[in-house]
């Protein structure tokens, strides 16, 4: 079976604390249906892709960082 391109170095997995819940996102999209998941979606057409941007198309509502745009 294939996986996202991105399944090792994705930037949303340093946002989740706890395994479980990466674990499940993981399964759901990096290593089933990937082509599905919105930040593969914008990386592919060359998009920026906002960090707290979830694999479904949700955002989860993040601190911002030093000088990040809202």
Do not use: D
Not at 37 to 44: G, T
């Amino acid at each position: 079976m294939a996986s996202c391109t991105h399944l090792f170095n994705c930037p949303l997995f340093a946002v989740f604390t706890m395994n479980s819940a990466l674990t499940v996102w993981k399964s759901n999209y990096c290593t089933a249906e990937f082509a599905r998941c919105a930040r593969y979606q914008l990386s592919e057409a060359g998009k920026p892709v906002p960090r707290n941007l979830l694999p479904n198309g949700k955002s989860l509502n993040l601190p911002q960082a030093h000088g990040e745009r809202p």
